[in-house]
């Protein structure tokens, strides 16, 4: 027997065949197969517990009869019951080195992990700001979330789809065009293009008040725009692609590549099929002239209606939402949709899919998994937003670029004999993984607290100490002269001492980590299972000398600082972050 990449999956599979032996399959047995407390075991089974209470049956004689019928389990694990019939499963030594010796590289990771999503195509819409406009620190949490989300997806066998659904369009570009026909300067265009088309919306603003003749001609702005006049359409793209030439070196920093950028204006041409067939199926009503869909079954939906044409005929963020679901089923022929915003659109994306679920199976279309990926709200250190001092949008340059500076301060306090160009690119690394690791570490759904001294720190759940761990494994194969692409464990016998086991165990459990934060589309899962492993690496480290003479502990010891490398590596990368050799 041997084990696979995921232990806790195969133990579930064992369980129901054992379950299914005695006659238990029909009547719903789950295993309930869990990472146990390591004082009791690695992995624990309490399905036992609900079953037999449902069944009127002794749990623990249940519990046993689970165990005897897989019988075979006991060739990799020490099987225990305990109290009133949790099954606890511990790890044989030998079965921890089988799994070790199999899963020596990212690709072998990766190939174990892949089974979860093989053959499925997922479409993730993420960081999406508005054009013409400041990406804000909303849309930075977005693409850190949602950039996490895909490497998740990709490495769990999904065909990743990376969407930047662009704010590109709306009546703001009347405006934006009147100003910029009068006051733009091409200089500034070329230097700050989001700064510029900021100021000549302000511009455009301020000159048209309402009543006024001004505001007329940014309204015929707006419908020669609308209607295709070749100016307008000109300037328009204009604007999208000199914002998105400025996003794009954000993007750039922080390691993402979309594959489409399809904003709201792509939509503009789809929107008709979408009042029509939600007309057909009578899920959609007029009111006051307007189209909008109610949902009687929900206790605020059934009031609160789905806008989704505006009284005056125009499309609006419904309208292009609900082409853009059917786009990614048809097109894409997405098996899941995943939307990362901010949790303020939490309504709109509950009526979206609430809509999108109803017209989909009155029509028998295929529905995809849809989920809203939220987050919370990004405060200072004083808990409230976080703006600069005279309450403007942080420009997120600004702050990447002081992420950069503070690292490189820190790198050069602690490594003055680096080169300056080696203390930059590590600094790169560490700064801008700090800003990433911090929005990922913590449960997504709460704020975050922005704290450059919390996020810079060497110690802590934190990026610098991450990457400071895989810094410090290298090292080992670096003083002793020895190739970590192709470390010498071969005669490594299986772990021995506590904080080999230890570590072992924690190694093994990569696979858990991987897939709760898959399944819950949490990445805070996998930042702390690395934050665990590089703590029962220190651990081991601290216990047990690596380079000894023996050779049969040496190359176990070696064994395990290089699967400890390839793991923490793969993890930081599945965040977005790059690693480095030294720090
Ligand atoms: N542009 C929107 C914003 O800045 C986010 C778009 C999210 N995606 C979507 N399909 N609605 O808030």
């Excluded at 379950?19 to 390591?38: I, K």
């Excluded at 480290?541 to 490398?565: G, M, Q």
């Amino acid at each position: 027997m041997s084990l696979p990449f995921n232990v806790a999956a195969h133990l579930d599979a064992r369980l129901r065949a054992a379950a299914d032996r005695l006659g238990l399959a029909g009547r719903g047995f789950d295993p309930e197969v869990r990472v146990a407390d390591p004082a009791h075991g690695d992995y624990q089974a309490n399905g036992a517990l609900a079953f037999a209470k449902r069944e009127k049956q002794n749990p623990r004689a249940l519990a046993q009869q689970i165990v005897d019928q897989a019988a075979e389990l006991s060739a990799d694990f020490d099987l225990t019951l305990a109290g009133p019939g949790f099954i606890n499963f511990r790890a044989k030594p030998a079965s921890l080195l089988t799994w070790l010796s199999t899963h020596d590289s990212e690709e072998q990771l990766r190939a174990g992990a892949s089974a979860s999503h093989a053959g499925q195509t997922w479409v993730v819409d993420y960081s999406s700001p508005n054009t013409a406009k400041q990406m804000h620190v909303g849309h930075l949490r977005s693409a850190v979330i949602g950039e996490a989300i895909c490497r998740l997806l990709a490495f769990t066998g999904a065909k990743v789809i990376r969407d930047n659904h662009l704010g590109d369009w709306g009546t703001q570009f009347g405006k934006l065009i009147y100003g910029y026909k009068r006051w733009v300067d091409d200089e500034a265009l070329m230097t700050d293009p989001i700064e510029e088309l900021e100021r000549l919306y302000k511009l455009g603003h301020a000159a048209t008040p309402d009543g006024s003749p001004e505001l007329e001609e940014a309204k015929r702005e707006l419908v020669k725009l609308q209607t295709g006049d070749a100016q307008n359409v000109a300037l328009w793209k204009k604007f999208s692609d000199v914002s998105l030439a400025a996003f794009q070196q954000i993007y750039d920093r922080l390691g993402i590549v979309f594959d489409h950028n399809l904003g709201e204006s792509f939509y503009n041409d789809k929107v008709e099929r979408i009042y029509r067939e939600l007309g057909e199926t009578k899920l959609a009503e007029t009111s006051e002239g307007a189209l909008v869909v109610f949902h009687p079954e929900h206790p605020r939906f059934a009031k609160q209606p789905f806008l989704i044409r505006k009284a005056d005929g125009a499309s609006n963020y419904a309208s292009t939402d609900l082409a853009t679901a059917l786009y990614r089923t048809e097109h894409f022929t997405a098996d899941g949709i995943v939307v990362v915003t901010d949790f303020r659109q939490g309504d709109h994306f509950e009526q979206l899919f609430l809509t999108v679920k109803k017209w989909f199976a009155a029509k028998s279309y295929r529905l995809p998994e849809l989920h809203h990926v939220t987050f919370g709200a990004v405060t200072g250190e004083d808990g409230k937003a976080l703006k600069t001092r005279d309450g403007g949008v942080i420009k997120l340059k600004a702050l990447l670029d002081e992420a950069e500076d503070r690292a490189f301060a820190i790198v050069t306090e602690k490594n003055p004999d680096l080169s300056e160009d080696e203390r930059r690119e590590i600094a790169r690394a560490v700064g801008i993984g700090a800003v990433q690791y911090a929005d990922l570490a913590q449960n997504r759904s709460s704020n975050y607290v922005f704290s450059w001294d919390k996020m810079l720190a060497l110690e802590g759940n934190t990026a610098p100490y991450l990457l400071y761990a895989v810094a410090r494994v290298r090292s080992i194969f670096r003083k002793a002269e020895l190739d970590p692409a192709q470390p010498p464990v071969a005669g490594a016998t299986a772990p021995e001492t506590a904080q080999e086991l230890a570590l072992a165990r924690k190694l093994v459990q990569f696979a858990d980590a991987v897939k709760l934060a898959t399944d819950q589309l949490r990445p805070h899962f996998l930042c702390l299972y690395l934050f665990e492993l590089a703590g029962a690496y220190s651990a081991f480290y601290a216990a047990d000398k690596v380079i000894v003479d023996d050779p049969a502990v040496r190359a176990r010891r070696l064994l395990l600082c290089h699967r400890t490398l390839i793991t923490l590596e793969t993890g930081l990368h599945l965040l977005g972050l790059r690693t480095l050799e030294r720090m």
